[in-house]
């Protein structure tokens, strides 16, 4: 069964620090991957998503995403954090497609000043 | 646009009560999702609707009935839940059948439906 492990419930870095959000993939096929955010008190908005095109993937609000086979991950990084990105972070795996969505357990970053 | 609207924002209800939640979206698509979602926890998907017809039910109990009208809209009818059931509501749209073939399907989320049982 395809699954995601987000490594970390909360991430906690300085406002301008790099952020990285860790996400490891189990797949024994080729895996769709998604990043979503959650913003306190609404749905989930699609950051970037991973489809083979790309190993490197470059998403909304200044995020990108790399995809290593070698090491089953697609962690999130943002080179400078700005107070605006404190919410709950979610990496998902889809199988040929998005029927079904699985998503990992969350990421809630908090940005200090 | 990629807008997915939910209505009601926020629904108190008692155990014995009826009521409905609500999700439209005008994007053309032709897959439509409910999740459950509860607090600190990531979404749980309950019911896909492809071409207006159910194709999954993951084991949901039967106190909560979906239903979709047409292409544009997805219902969930609430009836004689219990308060372990509150938790938020999440609706998602996405191109479909079609579309799940290739790697490019992508769900998006209306904001949501804050549910309280009472």
């Known amino acids: 069964a395809q699954s995601v492990t987000q490594l970390g419930s909360h991430v906690s870095v300085s406002e301008g620090a790099l952020v990285l959000l860790r996400c490891n993939y189990s797949?024994?096929?080729?895996?769709?991957l998604f990043w979503y955010v959650q913003y306190p008190n609404q749905g989930l908005q699609l950051l970037l998503k991973y489809t083979s095109a790309a190993t490197l993937v470059k998403g909304i609000n200044g995020f990108e995403a790399e995809f290593k086979k070698s090491e089953t991950s697609f962690h999130l990084t943002k080179p400078s954090a700005h107070m605006s990105d404190a919410a709950e972070y979610f990496c998902?795996?889809?199988?040929?497609?998005?029927?079904?969505?699985?998503f990992g357990q969350g990421t809630r970053l908090t940005i200090n000043p | 646009d990629t807008e997915v609207t939910q209505t009601p924002k926020h629904l108190v209800m008692g155990m014995t009560n009826k009521k409905s939640l609500k999700c439209e979206q005008h994007?053309?698509?032709?897959?439509m999702y409910w999740y459950k979602q509860k607090a600190k926890k990531p979404p749980e998907l309950m019911f896909v609707y492809s071409y207006e017809k159910l194709s999954i039910n993951e084991s949901v109990p039967s106190r909560f009935s979906p239903e979709c009208p047409n292409s544009s809209l997805l219902n969930l009818h609430l009836h004689a839940l219990q308060p372990e059931d509150s938790a938020l509501y999440l609706c998602?749209?996405?191109?479909?059948?079609?579309?799940?073939?290739?790697?490019?399907?992508?769900?998006?989320f209306g904001p949501g439906t804050r549910l309280t049982v009472l």
């Open positions: 998902a795996v889809s199988k040929g497609g998005a029927q079904k969505l699985v």
């Open positions: 994007m053309g698509h032709r897959a």
């Open positions: 797949s024994s096929v080729p895996p769709y």
């Open positions: 998602a749209s996405s191109q479909g059948p079609l579309a799940w073939r290739e790697p490019t399907d992508t769900q998006y």
